[in-house]
């Protein structure tokens, strides 16, 4: 027999396919678009890129094997800041530097025998691709859903550019150099996409079952609509001659209102900004103040202004309403979310409650809700200072007046009901979703394509002076740039008006990269059309989407919102339906963590080169023979624990890394990957090449014509008409062959997220078949046939291999062009074979299981008494049971049974 050498397998199949050219598409047959998030060219394939490859091809493969038009692109999310980076650093054209980033990863791609549409092979930053990003701009510029703005944005001093919200973590640094995120206000370009916000809600329910739980929850907080009140608070400016002026405040907790203690506003809230004018100090405090945490604690009180409770003058009766109380300025106050300012009620939001304590020093909190009814008890409703807040619903205490001893929910309601006769309050909702800042200064992106005129104002580009190419890079001119190169670039920045003629400037503003990659999955779909993003024919939705977690929010909002945008819009046939959605299934992959070697006194993380791996189940450190401690984290160059995905498929060849990795763990869980079992996949691989080894001798040797083996694919020419006449052994490998195919069949149709459990399945088969083989040449072509199949998607190239060697005749078509196998059996005819050799009866005795005896097989049951065995069928198992000595034992002699 043949050796079996993965890594040369590889070699001879993978040039093989690369010959081949792409079918032509065949419009009879069914269609499905699978796409796998697009990669940044960074210039190398890390683990997580294999991971989520390997699942598309595998999912594509075997749609394609099912006779679908399998659509299966690969592309680049080519702009960014590292190409820029890189040509600031290194003086070198960003464009250069991605092609040669593009060529490589592409080169890496092939070695994972990971199969892609070339010909729909797309980069964002390729003039050809973002002269329709540049259209769609300009489509939601026409619809007044592109605008520009002065907003407070998060500037990062270090990269010298504008950040979204989203780029910013939760400390106030940037998401990509780290640097302390800076607010300025500048003019800016958004996208509506507020606009869509209720649609794009509503319309995550009708992904629940094809998109995770977990990510449609990550939209719905994202989106973040929130029911509550808009509460009408009466303020006195003190100096300006007791000016009275209404504070509206956002709360979703009105039932807390007998607890409020001060207002606080945010920044720039109107107020405020008439305050600073006249107070120095303050000023200080609002530019020292752009800069803190969002929940910094800090405050300034504004000792010119009071407020008094807007209850005051409809509930006489309770004392503390009729107090003034204070006004603060808060950082923790963000100006763009409800009113742009806050109720403080310390007594039951945390927030509040430190803040309060840090800047109005009280001796105690009042404390106004309570997890139980007091009735209409007094009591002592103050908590110390050291106390938490007590921020769920309950009942409201004897602070509330007549509310007291309702729940929070019907005070709620009462209250805002009671508020709003006297205009004092209004039931509003409220949302996180803010609109989408889609400017950045910087070089590498795509031109925003608006024009400036003195005259005219922004005139936008007109189609047929499409694409606003950026301006070439002569020499090493982006070296050492700070600020947006744009801005110095003279020749390009100065253009003429396209209304009146006269001067005029570019924008020097680029579109952030997640707007190419809102649109470019539509574009894989007609990648060459020249005149159109894509023409209307073409549109259609992703079938299967693969990617990693972190993009669960953003990419795929963005997405969202663009393709409803375009479905209601001339690039989509007329007459779309509502609720139009992109992704029709999302499969969510979990990341890839590295083994990590520590050193286990110090915690020192160790090289590769200090492990010793001779024996893989006891590694040792080398010199002092200690034994490392051993962890699985996400790969990092700190941590030495990164995988090179090439390496690891030149050396066990790309279909056991295939396989090992679909095996490690199911597809939305973290994948430790451990090298150091891939041996279990190679066995399992040796043992499968020995079975079509051994096949093939008992196929050559039975008289069973190759001709007959290749026109058979259906079970028809197999099967005997009566399986009463199937050997023991054929039907135990006609058996597990069914029901091989079934259950792999419906995962990867209907639940890919149990990838793991088809290569399990698959181990399992060939296992059966090596030690069972069937008897009958037939049996045996048919179910090593169908496992080859089955393995196909997975291991692509040792399945082509083996097919050959089964199919000695060279007129025998490749195993990625056969036809998926079919279930072989009906459930009658499983039941049947099930119960050959007997079957198997529970006793339970009160109750108990007690034991499983095997009795002979009774024959089929007629329709008719489908529902259960009949009185004489009951009579007829029993007396099978009480012959056998376990039954008999249970039923008969042990009349102590009780007693055990
Ligand atoms: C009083 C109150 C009492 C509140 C209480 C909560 C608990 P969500 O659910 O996220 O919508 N809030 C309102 N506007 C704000 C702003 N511009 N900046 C910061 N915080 C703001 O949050 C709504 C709650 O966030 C509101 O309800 C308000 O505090 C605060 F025991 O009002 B609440
Ligand atoms: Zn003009």
Sequence with gaps: PRRLDLPALDKKWQSLWQAKERPTPDDAKPKSYILSMFPYPSGTLHMGHLRVYTISDVISRFWKMRGHDVVHPMGWDAFGLPAENAAIERGIDPAVWTQENIQRMKDQLKCISAEFDWDRELATCDPDFYEHTQRIFLMLYQKNLAYQAEALVNYDPVDKTVLANEQVDANGFSWRSGAKVEKLNLKQWFFRITEFKEALLKDLDSLSGGWPERVLTMQRNWLGKSYGAKVTFPVTINSAGSEKVNVDVFTTRPDTLYGVEYLALSLNHPIVLKAAESDEALRSFLSEAASFAPDSKAGYRLSDVEVTHPMCSIDMETPHLQRKLPVFVAPYVLSDYGEGAVMGVPGHDTRDMLFFKENANPESIPVVIEAESSGSEATDSVVPKSDKAFTQEGFLNSRCGKYQGMHSK??????????????????????????????????????????????????????????????????????????????????????????????????TDTMDTFVDSSWYFLRFLDSTNKQLPFSPESAQPVDFYIGGVEHAILHLLYARFIYKFLSGSELFPAGQPAGAEPFKVLLSQGMVHGKTFTEPSTGRFLLPEEVDLTRPDKPLIKGTQVTPTISFEKMSKSKYNGVDPTLTTSKYGADATRAHILFSAPVSEVLEWDESKIVGVERWFGRLWKLVQDTQQSLTSSSLATSDVEAASSQATFLPSSLQDLSDADAEAILATHKTIASVTT??????????????????????????????????????????????????????????????????????????????????????????????????????????????????????????????????????????????????????????
């Excluded at 459930?827 to 499983?852: D, M």
Aim: hydrophobic content about 35%; charged content about 20%; overall charge negative.
């Design 410 to 507: 019907e005070a709620s309601k009462l209250i805002v009901e009671h508020l709003e006769q006297i205009g004092q309050a209004k039931f509003v909702e409220s949302w996180r979703l803010r609109d989408w800042l889609i400017s950045r200064q910087r070089y590498w992106g795509a031109p925003i394509p608006i024009i400036h005129c003195g005259d005219c104002g922004p005139v936008p580009v007109p189609t047929k002076d499409l694409p606003v190419k950026l301006p070439k890079i002569e020499g090493d001119w982006l070296k050492g740039k700070k600020g947006n190169p744009l801005e110095t670039s003279e020749e390009w920045l100065h253009t003429s008006c396209p209304s009146c003629g006269g001067p005029a400037k570019r924008d």
């Design 747 to 900: 995962c990867i149709e209907s639940n890919p997220y149990g990838l793991n459990t088809v290569v399990s399945d698959l181990i399992k088969l060939t296992n059966a078949l090596a030690s069972a083989p069937a008897s009958s040449p037939a049996i045996t072509y048919l179910s090593v046939s169908s496992l080859l199949r089955l393995l196909a998607p997975i291991a692509p190239a040792l399945a082509s291999e083996s097919w050959e060697v089964l199919h000695t005749s060279s007129a025998a078509s490749s195993i990625l062009s056969s036809p998926w196998p079919s279930t072989l059996l009906t459930e009658e005819q499983v039941e049947v074979l099930s119960s050959r050799g007997g079957q198997t009866v529970a006793i339970q005795i009160n109750g108990k299981l007690r034991c499983a005896v095997t009795i002979p097989s009774m024959e089929p049951a007629s329709p008719q008494s489908k529902k259960g065995p009949s009185q004489e069928e009951q009579d007829w198992i029993l007396s099978r049971v009480l012959e056998t000595a376990e039954g008999k034992s249970w039923l008969c002699e042990k009349n102590d049974w009780e007693k055990r």
